[in-house]
């Protein structure tokens, strides 16, 4: 009898035994960027306590904390009118000593055929709001590939009220190694790519700013950014415990506690 083998990606060399830090761009600090910061500065510790130089992250956002942020989101009354990703980075810096920066502006293309400065990094993290960002941060991406082979991973957050996903691509292409054990699989597909027409399917036509906490846990229940965050930066963290991933994802449902993994195909 042949057991078929399990498809999984092995982890880029880069993110297992770097020199240096390995370099982060998170992508919005609102309810999920927020946390899955928390998370990071959790992993980072941890990577550090296993001799491994850890990660070096810069936050991009430009909006300013107001009352309808408190709460869901990770700030407080202190904290409003302060931009969010220098509120959280200061706030990271402070607590665990490390050095990581704060962008107060979009990652977006500052004219047309120029990137945002700073763009270069081994791993991307969006957790933006609309379908519209995560298309133009993917072209960001697959322009910039073609000219630093250092990018390797894109994860991606995106929900709706009590629904969600964390969807891990490859930018291009991570060699494997031989294996008699597995199928390797060197390219995840980005999300736009493999998802798009449901992407804008489900756009929201509403993206007006709540005024309230209230308002704003009429769009997004008060859990679902945290449990992503958790749960995705889990699927990140076994990238750099265990060198492989038999997953790139999960869609997640938090009003019937369901959980669907993506595997690696």
């Known amino acids: 009898m042949t057991t078929e083998k399990t498809k999984v990606h092995f982890t880029d060399n880069h993110l297992i035994n770097p020199t240096n830090p390995v370099t982060v761009n998170v992508i919005g600090a609102g309810g999920t960027g927020s946390k899955v910061l928390t998370a990071l500065m959790e992993m980072n510790h941890s990577l550090n306590e296993m001799e491994h130089p850890g990660l070096q992250v810069r936050l991009w956002d430009d909006d ?36 990581w920066k704060a962008e107060t502006k979009k990652f977006d293309w500052e004219r047309e055929n120029h ?67 597995y199928i390797t699989v060197e390219n995840l597909p980005f999300i736009t790519d493999e998802f798009g027409d449901l992407l804008k399917q489900s756009e929201q036509n509403d993206d007006t700013p709540s005024c309230s906490v209230a308002e704003a846990l009429e769009k997004q229940d008060l859990f679902i950014n945290s449990s992503l965050a958790q749960m995705g930066c889990s699927l990140l963290w076994n990238l750099f415990r265990y060198g492989l991933t038999p997953y790139r994802g999960f869609f997640h449902n938090l009003k019937d506690f369901n959980t669907h993994p993506l595997k690696i195909d």
């Open 115 to 181: 990137y945002p400065e700073n763009v270069e990094a081994n791993i991307y993290i969006s957790c933006v709001d609309s379908v519209s960002a995560r298309f133009e941060i993917a072209d960001i991406l697959k322009h910039k590939r073609h000219h630093n082979s250092n990018l390797k991973y894109w994860l991606d957050f995106g929900n709706t009220k009590d629904r969600g996903q964390a969807i891990l691509s490859t930018i291009g292409i991570v060699r494997q190694p031989n294996s008699e054990k």
């Open 64 to 99: 300013i904390i107001t009352s309808a942020n408190l709460g869901r989101q990770r700030f407080a009354e202190s904290e409003k009118g302060l931009y969010k990703s220098v509120a959280l980075i200061n706030r990271c810096n402070r607590w665990m000593g490390t050095n």
